[in-house]
């Protein structure tokens, strides 16, 4: 049986009026909730998942530095997670460099059965 594992990064330049999640405009607070994600992430630590996605606000307002915080715990949680073969954003990019395991989609992230 597949699991993933989705991560809320509630982040987002605007909060629309139509959005029913639960995000914040101030990205001031974005090391302090990532500090708790990944307390969090080593606490839940449980069965071994084969996907990995992102979603909340806007993933991408996440800094580099803090996504690469959350690969990271991701990848010793679940090693067997294979890194995406290319990066073609700034995200991606510390995905790629975290051993995220995913190849970055708007909607989702999925995981990348590559070779290394």
């Known amino acids: 049986m597949s699991l993933g594992v989705y991560v809320h990064l509630p982040f987002c330049r605007v909060h629309c009026t139509y959005c029913p999640f639960a ?3 101030d990205i001031a607070l974005q090391d302090a909730y990532v500090d708790a994600l990944v307390r969090e992430i080593e606490w839940r630590a449980g069965p071994p998942f ?17 996504l690469r915080r ?10 067997s997670v294979a890194p995406p073969p290319s990066a073609e954003s700034a995200s991606g990019d510390a995905l790629a460099a975290g051993g995220g395991g995913a ?3 708007y909607s989702s992230l999925s995981t990348v059965n590559a070779a290394r």
């Open 50 to 66: 084969d996907s990995i996605y992102f979603g909340g606000g806007t993933p991408s307002r996440t800094s580099i530095e803090n």
């Open 70 to 79: 959350i690969t990271s715990v991701l990848k010793n949680v679940a090693p």
């Open 103 to 105: 190849t970055l989609s």
């Open 23 to 25: 995000i914040s405009t």
